[in-house]
T-cell receptor, first 113, second 115 residues
Framework: AQSVTQPDIHITVSEGASLELRCNYS??????LFWYVQSPGQGLQLLLK??????LVQGIKGFEAEFKRSQSSFNLRKPSVHWSDAAEYFC???????????FGTGTSLTVIP | EAGVAQSPRYKIIEKRQSVAFWCNPI?????LYWYQQILGQGPKLLIQ????????DSQLPKDRFSAERLKGVDSTLKIQPAKLEDSAVYLC?????????????FGPGTRLTVL
């Protein structure tokens, strides 16, 4: 069965510091992986996705993620966090038939000045 | 292009009442999804449509939830009767087609509170 684990419920970083959000997945075949961001009162916005090719994926807002098959991970990174990055971040795995997504429980990011 | 539209944004009802949510996907998007997001959890797929047909409704509590997409465009999700545990944000999403890794675009959601 497909599943996604985001081990960190909440992370606090200082503005300008680097960020890494962890995501581990369980899926029997080659996964399609996504990171979404959700600001308060808003829907989910796609940051980036991986489905094949280069394992380092670039996304919007300066985010990147690296797919590591051996570790079943797809961690999200940003070299320098801005106050506007404070939000909830969700990792998701897409089933390779039917385009159904399975989301993790999310990581809440707080950015302090 | 206009995004996924949902209404209402907020709804408060008492248990055993009924409620309906509306979603208008991005123009031209064939696939539509309804998710339930309980506080502190990630979104969980309730039902998925391809045009006006149901692709998967295995996680829809069919004794109280129903959904339709009659003309293959907008969709309605209904709860009747509501229970306290239905308090959640209901998200609608759409994608161009039913294809692997096709990006899903989400609406702002409807926050339901059941008292």
């Amino acid at each position: 069965a497909q599943s996604v684990t985001q081990p960190d419920i909440h992370i606090t970083v200082s503005e300008g510091a680097s960020l890494e959000l962890r995501c581990n997945y369980s899926y029997g075949a080659t996964p399609y992986l996504f990171w979404y961001v959700q600001s308060p009162g808003q829907g989910l916005q796609l940051l980036l996705k991986y489905f094949s090719g280069d394992t380092l994926v670039q996304g919007i807002k300066g985010f990147e993620a690296e797919f590591k098959r051996s570790q079943s991970s797809f961690n999200l990174r940003k070299p320098s966090v801005h106050w506007s990055d404070a939000a909830e971040y969700f990792c998701a795995v897409g089933r390779n038939t039917g385009n159904q997504f399975y989301f993790g429980t999310g990581t809440s990011l707080t950015v302090i000045p | 292009e206009a995004g996924v539209a949902q209404s209402p944004r907020y709804k408060i009802i008492e248990k055993r009442q009924s409620v309906a949510f509306w979603c208008n996907p991005i123009s031209g998007h064939a696939t539509l999804y309804w998710y339930q997001q309980i506080l502190g959890q990630g979104p969980k797929l309730l039902i998925q449509f391809q045009n006006n047909g149901v692709v998967d409704d295995s996680q829809l509590p069919k004794d109280r939830f129903s959904a339709e997409r009659l003309k293959g465009v907008d969709s309605t999700l209904k709860i009747q009767p509501a229970k306290l545990e239905d308090s959640a944000v209901y998200l609608c999403a759409s994608s161009r087609r039913l294809a692997d890794a096709d990006t899903q675009y989400f609406g702002p959601g409807t926050r339901l509170t059941v008292l």
